[in-house]
């Protein structure tokens, strides 16, 4: 069966016959001994406490003791008063009514006192006076205390309310060291609220005002590159569907039955030794110093490659069963990964309709707090907190880190090692069955370790199982190494945008 994707020079990959797969099933009893069927066992075991013990620890461990907001947390806000202030240069009219959400225990009262900014853009300085004061009484009803800080930024934004409701446009009770703070604190929402429309600095409101419309221009250009790559993803996976109903499309992977347990160990160890190395990361190495030394310990973890070595396999063997080889160009290998990640886009944008609708219905029934999806305990990445210190060393290592050391060690160790001890220890099954099997629970188990939270496994899991069907189509990690790369990469490029903007 050719498959007009592959180099012509090189042969293709009949699937098995049932015939062979008769023979592969009856020959199985032979290498799985006893000793091998405790090795499962032990296998499994080991990995189920390890993933137990990672989604018990960052879904429903206890609201962090932070008590004040980061700039990452005011992102939401400062975003829809840059889409708002930019709107209204772009295309001057009346403003709707701005939603303002109900504080509960779960917020940080400077995400409030943000939305009191942009009432006192599109409102008047008495909405956002009246805001500030649904806050304190929220927040006194709550039993809930301002750290210094906070309070002093209370101060500052009360005062400066209350001087623009007066008709003191300049602030004069405000004085340049509480200024600089509130910028400091508050970023571009600072500036806004210390330039109204009517009597403020021209110069500096004319800034903030381009600001909000470059910020526009910028998601206008994000949005449309992304519709067409969506476009173009509906037209590649339709192509693609169709062909795996033609059976045009053959896949290269191969099972080695008689190894299946020896890579379920190393994944195993590799499980223990990664989770031991982050924990120490995070005790031992101090914070200025986090990413550098997570750096470290994600390399470090592929130490756990040597166990198939110890047990008695050749370096080589093993990196051909896990991937780290190519039957064809190399080049051509990343360019079938960028292919495929494009094909994958439609099923992305898929699976963010089913979160947003899990997170409504979870919403309904008032389990915001349970599946972290409020105010502290919002779904994301730890990382977004430093990012949004603009710090270029930060910025590199971040990106080193979410688009080099992340696509090569994990997919080394999930689509490459974990996938090939499922699909070796399923070779019994039929191979649709083997396959979906193998994909789903790796693509799981590697959506459930990330620190996005339970509502980050339906995105995660549906991005991972396209890497392991990309796994199983190529027999090479160089493919979906490359659309791992990629899907890191845009999203912290975008990312990075976004923040530098405000």
């Not at 004040?68 to 005011?74: F, G, H, M, N, S």
């Not at 509960?104 to 409102?123: C, K, M, Q, R, S």
């Not at 053959?250 to 160890?269: I, S």
Request: proline letters at 5%; one cysteine or more.
């Amino acid at each position: 069966m050719n498959d007009p994707f592959d180099s012509p020079n090189v042969p293709p990959v009949v699937e098995s016959d049932n015939v062979v797969i008769a023979q592969v099933a009856s020959t199985f009893a032979k290498h799985e001994s006893p000793i091998h069927l405790a090795s499962y066992v032990v296998t499994w075991a080991v990995i189920f406490a390890v993933l137990v013990f990672h989604v018990v620890r960052m879904n429903f461990a206890p609201i962090e003791s932070r008590l004040e907001a980061t700039k990452a947390d005011l992102l939401q806000v400062s975003m829809a008063a840059k889409l708002k202030v930019g709107i209204r240069q772009i295309s001057p009219k009346d403003d709707p009514k701005t939603e303002i959400s109900t504080f509960d225990a779960d917020d940080f009262p400077e995400t409030h006192w943000g939305e009191a900014i942009l009432l006192n853009e599109v409102e008047g300085a008495d909405a956002a006076l009246s805001q500030m004061k649904n806050v304190e009484r929220s927040m006194d009803t709550l039993a809930l205390k301002l750290t210094p800080d906070q309070q002093r930024l209370h101060n500052i934004l009360t005062r400066l309310f209350a001087d623009y409701d007066d008709g003191d446009m300049s602030a004069s009770n405000v004085p340049q060291s509480e200024r600089e703070f509130l910028e400091e604190r508050f970023g571009w929402l600072g500036t806004l609220a210390l330039t109204p429309k009517v009597g403020s600095d021209v110069n500096v409101r004319k800034k903030v005002e381009q600001g909000a419309v470059s910020f526009i221009v910028m998601m206008l250009v994000v949005a449309v590159a992304f519709c067409l790559m969506l476009l173009t993803g509906v037209v590649g996976l339709c192509l693609v569907l169709v062909r795996l109903a033609s059976k045009k499309l053959a896949c290269r992977f191969e099972n080695h039955a008689e190894n299946g347990h020896l890579y379920g160990e190393t994944f195993a160890v590799w499980f223990v030794f990664f989770t031991i190395l982050q924990l120490m990361v995070g005790e031992f190495i101090p914070g200025d110093f986090h990413l550098a030394g997570a750096g470290v310990a994600f390399f470090a973890s592929l130490l756990a490659l040597l166990w198939p070595v110890v047990r008695g396999l050749t370096l080589s063997d093993t990196r051909k069963a896990i991937g780290w080889s190519s039957r064809t160009n190399p080049l051509y290998e990343a360019m079938c990964g960028v292919g495929a990640y494009i094909c994958l886009v439609p099923l992305i944008l898929a699976a963010f309709v089913v979160t947003f609708l899990l997170m409504q219905v979870l919403s309904a029934g008032g389990l915001v707090s349970f599946v972290q999806m409020d105010g502290r305990n919002a779904p994301s990445h730890p990382i977004i907190h430093e990012l949004v210190k603009n710090n270029p060393v930060i910025l590199l290592t971040t990106f080193f880190l979410a688009c080099v050391a992340a696509p090569i060690i994990e997919e080394t160790m999930f689509r490459g090692v974990l996938y090939r001890h499922m699909r070796d220890s399923t070779i019994w099954f039929p191979r649709l069955a083997s396959v979906a099997i193998s994909a789903g629970f790796n693509s799981f188990i590697f959506a459930a370790i990330h620190p996005q939270g339970l509502l980050g496994i339906p995105v995660l899991t549906t991005i991972a199982l396209g890497f392991s069907l990309v796994r199983e189509w190529r027999d090479s990690l160089i493919a979906p190494m490359v659309m791992h790369a990629l899907n890191n990469g845009i999203a912290t490029v975008t990312f990075i945008l976004i923040v530098k903007n405000l």
